[in-house]
């Protein structure tokens, strides 16, 4: 069972940045952020494929987050810029054992989630 781990997430104001990482215990194929608001359910943000070629963004991320990942490290991170209120939320990182990003929450390994606020 591969093991996610995730941190950078924190207090920022509004129009401040973040970068969350994620470090997984062994190879995950697909790498993907979510993440959940109080009262809401969980949503995509940002997908990736194994070798960087490929990713996908939700409308909410395009343009203010980018995606990345570190293969050497088993490492994805999400560089979050112009973050909103709205962006608050806990932010998960998820992994699949195979190809494909998909927008829905089917992925087989979670980390355990870090907090972001962002302040008005």
């Known amino acids: 069972q591969i093991q996610l781990v995730e941190s950078g997430g924190g207090l920022v104001q509004a129009g401040g940045s973040l970068r969350l990482s994620c470090a997984a215990s062994g190879r995950t194929f697909t790498m993907a952020w979510f993440r959940q608001a109080p009262g809401k359910e969980r949503e995509f943000v940002v997908g990736?494929?194994?070798?960087?070629?490929?990713?996908y963004y939700a409308d909410s991320a395009k343009g203010r987050f980018t995606i990345s990942r570190d293969n050497a490290k088993n490492s994805v991170y999400l560089q979050m810029n112009s973050l909103k209120p709205e962006d608050t939320a806990v932010y998960y990182c998820?992994?699949?054992?195979?190809?494909?990003?998909?927008?829905?929450?089917?992925?087989?390994?979670w980390g355990q989630g870090t907090q972001v606020t962002v302040s008005s």
């Open positions: 998820a992994g699949r054992a195979i190809y494909g990003i998909i927008t829905t929450p089917e992925y087989d390994y």
């Open positions: 990736i494929n194994w070798s960087a070629s490929s990713t």
